[in-house]
């Protein structure tokens, strides 16, 4: 696919519209399940570079700053953690609203003590991150598909206006 995806005789929106169906669907698979710490959302976010500059062909020994790629490029800002956090968001309401085995599990508390340390990050708290909401008043909306759905659109347009 390296040839294709850095063919300059196609366009850079050609391109970029196959390494979403070719690359970000093989990579988004299960998206939605993930607990999303700094270093993976790091990682995401690197991948995503890396993927434009090798499409248009910028070496990273030109030391080039990401939002000048970007702005080579003509995008505005990264999508592919936006993508997931959606995802996320979109799941958390399908679980909410229907019985099931993953709304048990999710619920769910396990019985004795913790291990030493610092709490493992949740996917429950990545919910609470992204809504900057509680925990218990995501329950509440989620129960409702049409203010979830506006929820979550206006809680990743305030994330894209912040970047």
């Known amino acids: 696919m390296s040839k294709l995806l850095t063919n300059r005789r196609i366009s850079f929106a050609t391109r970029s519209r196959l390494t979403k169906c070719y690359v970000w669907s093989i990579f988004l698979y299960a998206c939605d399940t993930w607990t999303l710490n700094a270093s993976l959302e790091r990682n995401i976010e690197a991948l995503e570079m890396w993927l434009y500059r090798r499409m248009a062909r910028i070496s990273w020994k ?3 700053k990401n939002k000048d790629i970007l702005e080579e490029t003509g995008l505005k800002h990264t999508e592919l953690l936006k993508t997931i956090k959606t995802r996320q968001l979109e799941y958390y309401g399908h679980i909410r609203r229907h019985q099931s085995l993953q709304k048990t599990i999710m619920e769910g508390k396990i019985n004795g003590k913790r291990q030493r340390g610092r709490k493992r990050k949740s996917w429950l708290g990545n919910m609470e991150e992204t ?11 989620a129960l409702n598909r049409e203010e979830w759905r506006r929820t979550i659109a206006s809680n990743l347009w305030q994330e894209t206006e912040q970047r």
Not at 131 to 141: D, G, L, P
């Open 131 to 141: 809504t900057t909401r509680r925990i218990n008043e995501c329950c509440e909306v």
């Open 62 to 64: 030109e030391k080039k």
